[in-house]
């Protein structure tokens, strides 16, 4: 069973009860890092944490939430090994497993709607990761962290 890490700032909260129930649904086991409410919070409280489960192990994949996602994903890629994709929609989602290996994914609340990130999430955990001419890549990004 796939383990996922769940992390958002005030923004994305909704979004991520949302998916973590769809998460649920589908037998994955979710780690919430939090937060657990709309009060406004710093959201690198709540991504470094869930972005380091995935770097250390503890989890095998992750998902972080904002307003926009962009700051999220931001944070999650300053930790070493991991390479969060921001998605907007099914395509982005694929090919940031397919061509980067996207070991976390992050999704804006304000950007997509709750519908379209479920897509988006399918999309991603069911995607697979190319290698080929992707690994050569893959090493640089890992070489420039």
């Known amino acids: 069973m796939k383990r996922i890490a769940l992390g958002s700032d005030h923004a ?3 979004l991520k009860e ?3 129930q769809h998460l649920e649904s589908k037998t994955y086991a979710v780690v919430d890092y939090g937060t657990d409410s709309e009060e406004p919070v710093d959201y690198p409280d709540y991504i470094r944490p869930a972005a380091e489960s995935v770097a250390n192990g503890q989890t095998d994949l992750g998902i972080v ?3 926009s996602g ?3 994903a931001m944070v999650a890629n300053k930790v070493k090994r991991i390479r969060c994709g921001l998605c907007w929609n099914e395509k982005s989602a694929r090919l940031a497993k397919e061509h980067n290996n996207a070991n976390m994914i992050s999704l804006g609340a304000r950007m997509i709607s709750e519908e379209e990130a479920v897509r988006i999430v399918d999309t991603w955990l069911n995607a ?3 290698g080929g001419r992707h690994i050569r890549r893959i090493e640089k990004i890992e070489k420039s962290v």
Do not use: A, D
């Open 12 to 14: 994305g909260y909704k």
């Open 18 to 20: 949302k998916i973590k």
């Open 65 to 67: 939430f904002g307003g």
């Open 70 to 72: 962009n700051g999220e």
């Open 128 to 130: 697979e990761f190319q």
